[in-house]
Antibody, heavy 120, light 110 residues
Framework: EVQLVESGGGLVQSGGSLRLSCAAS????????MHWVRQAPGKGLEWVSS????????YYADSVKGRFTISRDNSKYTLYLQMNSLRVEDTAVYYC?????????????WGQGTLVTVSS | QSVLTQPPSVSGAPGQRVTISCTGT?????????VHWYQQLPGTAPKVLIY???NRPSGVPDRFSGSKSATSASLAITGLQAEDEAHYYC??????????FGGGTRLTVL
């Protein structure tokens, strides 16, 4: 069974940094592209960032480009999101999700999420 | 403002049929990219309901169906049940913005 477990969320001041982790199991991690998607309190879903299976290709939403860095350690089956220069509007539940097939552009499955709160 | 447009809310009585629309542009749905649908129950992570416009993952009841045409897509739910009360999101891909979502639709079962 595929499992994704996020961790690393918490309360941080505006301008601060945080690193999220997503521990994966139940599939061959190095062959799967991975994503981060966030959801602000009471709001909809927003794609944040993606990384290829090898880690060589990365993609970012304009709202986080230059501030967030996605990476992965395939030997540890772990996905990361380094978040710098955090803003109040980055407050959200952050989910990691798997690309289900080589060409599929949807997200499946999702982790349970980790809450990031940025205070002013 | 989301790139894909969904109605904020829909409602229906148990047993009825409801549809949720998802409207895009020539840069995403109209460019030929597939549409996917997610169900998010209160306090839980989203779960894929429909992928590739009209495909149901195993375990998803056939009461849920999806379709796509031109620059829009629809999710239909027949035989509405109380447990269907949730938020529903459409998702696709955009030539400029990469992965995109609709703003979400809250389904209320009356």
């Amino acid at each position: 069974e595929v499992q994704l477990v996020e961790s690393g969320g918490g309360l941080v001041q505006s301008g601060g940094s945080l690193r999220l982790s997503c521990a994966a199991s139940g599939f061959t991690f190095s062959t799967s592209a991975m994503h981060w998607v966030r959801q602000a309190p009471g709001k909809g879903l927003e794609w944040v960032s993606s990384v290829s299976g090898s880690g060589s290709s990365t993609y970012y939403a304009d709202s986080v480009k230059g501030r967030f860095t996605i990476s992965r350690d395939n030997s540890k089956y772990t996905l990361y999101l380094q978040m710098n220069s955090l803003r109040v509007e980055d407050t959200a539940v952050y989910y990691c999700a798997k690309r289900p097939t080589v060409t599929g552009n949807w997200f499946d499955p999702w982790g349970q999420g980790t809450l990031v709160t940025v205070s002013s | 403002q989301s790139v894909l447009t969904q109605p904020p809310s829909v409602s229906g009585a148990p047993g009825q049929r409801v549809t949720i629309s998802c409207t895009g542009t020539s840069s995403n749905i109209g460019a030929g990219y597939d549409v996917h649908w997610y169900q998010q129950l209160p306090g839980t992570a989203p779960k894929v309901l429909i992928y590739g416009n009209s495909n149901r993952p195993s375990g998803v009841p056939d009461r849920f169906s999806g379709s796509k045409s031109a620059t829009s897509a629809s999710l239909a739910i027949t035989g509405l049940q109380a447990e269907d009360e949730a938020h529903y999101y459409c998702q696709s891909y955009d030539n400029s913005l990469n992965w995109i979502f609709g703003g979400g639709t809250r389904l209320t079962v009356l």
